[in-house]
Each structure stands twice: as C-alpha cells, then as structure tokens.
C-alpha cells in the first residue's frame, strides 16, 4: 500500500488550512483563560460544540493516515511524533500539574503510526471500500467509549478506571488529560484514511492533487509538526504580557 515519496500540494494546502484553524481555536480557549470576560468560556467547552471541536483533530487524524502512503518511513514519523508526544507530556505537568496532557494529538499519531508498521502488510489484503468501511465503523462504534458506551450498551463496570488503559479509551474517572485522543474512537478515522489515501493517490487523481492552488497554504502545509508545538506557548506569551500591562 505504499507509494513513491512526493509532495501532494493539495493535501499540503490542506494541513495549511487545518493547522490555521487549530491555532484559532486554541488563541480563543487561551482568552478565556486569561481574558474570561472577552470570550464566554461555557461556549467553548458546551456539549454541542463539542463536534465542531473535533472536526479539526478528525481531519488531521485522516490526513495522517493518507498520508502514510507518501512517506519513506512510517516508523521514524511515528518515532518522531512519539518523542515531540513526550516533550508535551513533560512540559504540560510543569505548567498544569493538575491536568497535563496524558494521551494527546501527537499521542494517538504516535500510536497509529507506530501500530501501522507491522500491521500494514496483512491489512493492505482488505479491498479499499471494506477496510475504508472498517475504520468508519469503529470510529461511530466507540465513539462514546470514554462515557462508558460502546456501541450504545454499557460497559461492564471492571473495565472502568483502569489506569494501563487510559491510551485505548476506557472510561477512567481518576485520570484527566487536558487534551485527549484515545486509540478508540480516533483510531478508527486513521485506519479509514489509510484506506481512503489507496484510492485518492491512485492516477489519476494523484496527478490533479499534485497541481497547487494556494501556494502560500501549501508552504504552511508543509511545516505542520513545529507550528502545532510552538504555536501555545508563543499565545500564552502574548497574552501573558497583555493581561500584565492591562493590570
């Protein structure tokens, strides 16, 4: 399922797109730390939306999966993710000791790219369609797993709070992450895209994928991974030295 290393613009432009609205979000939920009054806090963490919070992650999450098909290595991205996962797993319980991030973004990509090493072999013998099919039905099965549901029946009560298996998403009342993305449901949407990534890189429509409408987003594209590190602490920066010389 592999194919020939290039830059997709398109999909670049995308990652531009998506790492724009992901750097939005994350200024107006800064604001409402700092600033409460500017942004109501309530409406960012309401229920309902919640799914327009993770549209984003959901692409970002599809995207990976594509694009496993256009990298040299999925081990060393994996590796790569896993270490920068690391880096913000220390730097997060210095600054919020209470509520780090545990299993975050670059957690789960960490994982499914590490787990798609040695399972991409037997699972390239799925037809696109079946395996696309596949990851949507495990992503909309255990999507409500961390509340204690899967497939809409309840869990048995002693695979709650198991704290090995905080990753997997099993409902745990002991632990909190400030950002959260379990293997289940979120892998689900991985295992799709590398599906989805077979047909939509396959000629020829790989050939109009690889014609730039946005050059200036593809650029942004393309330096996804150290604009999704850099980008919180240069607001908390900046809001920092707001709030100071507002008193």
Same mark, same amino acid.
């Given at each position: 399922?592999?194919?020939?290393?290039?830059?997709?613009? @398109?999909?670049?432009?995308?990652?531009?797109?998506? %790492?724009?609205?992901?750097?939005?979000?994350?200024?107006?939920?800064?604001?409402?730390?700092?600033?409460?009054?500017? %942004?109501?806090? =309530?409406?960012?963490?309401?229920?309902?939306?919640?799914?327009?919070?993770?549209?984003?992650?959901?692409?970002?999450?599809?995207?990976?999966?594509?694009?496993?098909?256009?990298?040299?290595?999925? =081990?060393?991205?994996?590796?790569?993710?896993?270490?920068?996962?690391?880096? %913000?797993?220390?730097?997060?319980?210095?600054?919020?000791?209470?509520?780090?991030? @545990?299993?975050?973004?670059?957690?789960?990509?960490?994982?499914?790219?590490?787990?798609?090493?040695?399972?991409?072999?037997?699972?390239?013998?799925?037809?696109?369609?079946?395996?696309?099919?596949?990851?949507?039905?495990?992503?909309?099965?255990?999507?409500?797993?961390?509340?204690?549901?899967?497939?809409?029946?309840?869990?048995?009560?002693?695979?709650?709070?198991?704290?090995?298996?905080?990753?997997?998403?099993?409902?745990?009342?002991?632990?909190?992450?400030?950002?959260?993305?379990?293997?289940?449901?979120?892998?689900?949407?991985? =295992?799709?895209?590398?599906?989805?990534? @077979?047909? =939509?890189?396959?000629?020829?429509?790989?050939?109009?994928?690889?014609?730039?409408?946005?050059?200036?987003?593809?650029?942004?594209?393309?330096?996804?991974?150290?604009?999704?590190?850099?980008?919180?602490?240069?607001?908390?920066?900046?809001?920092?030295?707001?709030?100071?010389?507002?008193?």
């Amino acid at each position: 399922m592999s194919q020939a290393h290039c830059r997709i613009a @398109r999909l670049d432009e995308v990652r531009g797109v998506l %790492i724009l609205l992901v750097m939005l979000y994350h200024l107006l939920y800064d604001i409402t730390l700092f600033f409460p009054q500017a %942004i109501p806090r =309530l409406w960012l963490l309401s229920r309902e939306y919640l799914w327009l919070r993770a549209l984003v992650p959901g692409a970002f999450i599809l995207l990976c999966g594509v694009c496993t098909h256009l990298s040299h290595s999925n =081990l060393r991205r994996g590796l790569v993710c896993a270490a920068m996962a690391a880096v %913000i797993r220390i730097a997060s319980g210095l600054i919020a000791p209470q509520c780090p991030i @545990r299993f975050g973004l670059l957690h789960l990509l960490a994982a499914c790219l590490l787990l798609w090493q040695p399972l991409h072999r037997p699972l390239s013998r799925l037809p696109t369609g079946a395996g696309l099919l596949l990851g949507l039905a495990l992503f909309g099965l255990c999507w409500r797993m961390e509340e204690g549901l899967l497939a809409g029946f309840p869990l048995p009560q002693r695979w709650w709070d198991l704290d090995g298996l905080f990753w997997l998403g099993l409902p745990n009342h002991r632990l909190i992450s400030a950002d959260y993305f379990p293997l289940l449901p979120w892998g689900g949407l991985f =295992l799709a895209g590398c599906y989805a990534g @077979r047909w =939509l890189l396959s000629s020829p429509r790989r050939e109009r994928l690889q014609r730039s409408r946005s050059p200036g987003m593809a650029v942004l594209g393309r330096h996804t991974l150290p604009l999704y590190l850099l980008h919180q602490p240069v607001w908390f920066g900046v809001l920092a030295l707001l709030r100071a010389a507002h008193g």
